[in-house]
């Protein structure tokens, strides 16, 4: 292979660091859009294939915001898959009128309507994994988007480098710790075209705001090396919140009681002299065991669920959770 370019460097280590999900004979799905990071996701993956034994297919959805841009840009990954003789999937959706239906925003139901058009295809291709090609600089954004939103320790961490989509499908992240400029040095160094999506310099979307006057201002006026410091900072609030979280569940392992989908009982006692911020994090847990929507419980709801470990009072929580106490016991209950 001769030299290997620094990007190479890090993907391959990223594969390595991971082992379970580039096992020999693994179908990976990578999400491919065109741009420049999901490319070199793409010709990155084509260059590990054989050596790791994988089954590479590709996945595009057209968004239909751009008219004949959104069809080119389709046709345009469609032969650079066939170029490499790769299988390749796509689909299109109207995200604008389904934004307007949903009364959601552009950005949110592109990445709605984009993740359930993945499952789908995964789960009907049986593809165990995907990946999708957010980086080093996507990282820093997201940790000082969360930082402007108002933020705990688990937004700190930022992007996870894998979840579960669904069961029997993982989301990963080979990338993320691989800068932008390592990037585009890997495609300039191949000769590898891609395309341009002029969305990405309008400054109507926030993240977009970040990425070209925030970031650069904080880079000029306070800290050229900031993306740096932001990158340090979800590394360490990452491995706090995993250990905050392990204790967590140690903690409600032995308050519950009892469990079922609807019903949980737990023993206030186990709370007492556990410090609040571990309790708020029982309760995130208990919340992501149960399935419950998490989507409404900010900061306060948190709070207010450890206070009620030391009183006997009853509460009702967004998304139909009540809570009702008698003795030691603390029920927490679903409403339908």
């Not at 190479?8 to 660091?17: E, P, S």
Request: neutral net charge; charged residues 25%; hydrophobic residues 35%.
């Amino acid at each position: 292979m001769g030299r290997m370019s620094p990007f190479l460097q890090q993907l391959r280590a990223a594969i390595t660091a991971q082992p379970e999900y580039y096992q020999r004979g693994e179908r990976l799905l990578l999400a491919v859009s065109g741009g420049a990071d999901s490319i070199a996701l793409l010709r990155g993956m084509l260059t590990f294939q054989k050596e790791f034994s994988l089954e590479i297919a590709v996945i595009h959805l057209n968004h239909q915001l751009r008219g004949e841009h959104s069809d080119s840009d389709a046709q345009w990954v469609k032969e650079l898959c066939s170029r490499f003789n790769t299988r390749f999937f796509w689909g299109e959706r109207d995200i604008s009128a389904i934004a307007k239906e949903s009364r959601k925003g552009i950005e949110e139901t592109a990445r709605l309507v984009r993740y359930e058009f993945i499952k789908e295809i995964a789960r009907e291709e049986k593809f165990s994994s995907v990946a999708v090609a957010h980086h080093a600089n996507d990282q820093a954004e997201t940790v000082l988007h969360h930082i402007l939103r108002g933020t705990g320790m688990a937004g700190l961490s930022g992007i996870p480098s894998s979840r579960e989509l669904e069961e029997g499908i993982q989301l990963i992240r080979p990338m993320l710790h691989i800068s932008r400029k390592d990037i585009l040095s890997y495609l300039q160094e191949i000769d590898q075209p891609f395309l341009e999506d002029a969305t990405n310099q309008e400054n109507h979307y926030t993240r977009n705001r970040i990425r070209n006057q925030l970031l650069p201002l904080l880079k000029e006026e306070y800290n050229q090396n900031i993306e740096a410091a932001l990158l340090r900072l979800s590394t360490q609030a990452k491995e706090l919140q995993e250990f905050i979280t392990t204790e967590a569940n140690k903690i409600l392992d032995d308050a519950i009681q009892d469990i079922s989908p609807h019903v949980c009982r737990l023993s206030r006692s186990r709370f007492i002299d556990v410090p609040t911020h571990l309790v708020r994090a029982c309760f995130v847990e208990l919340w992501k065991r149960q399935n419950w929507s998490r989507q409404k419980m900010g900061y306060d709801n948190w709070n207010r669920l450890a206070e009620l470990t030391q009183c006997k009072k009853n509460h009702t929580f967004p998304s139909g959770i009540n809570v009702t106490q008698r003795n030691d016991i603390m029920m927490l209950e679903r409403r339908e």
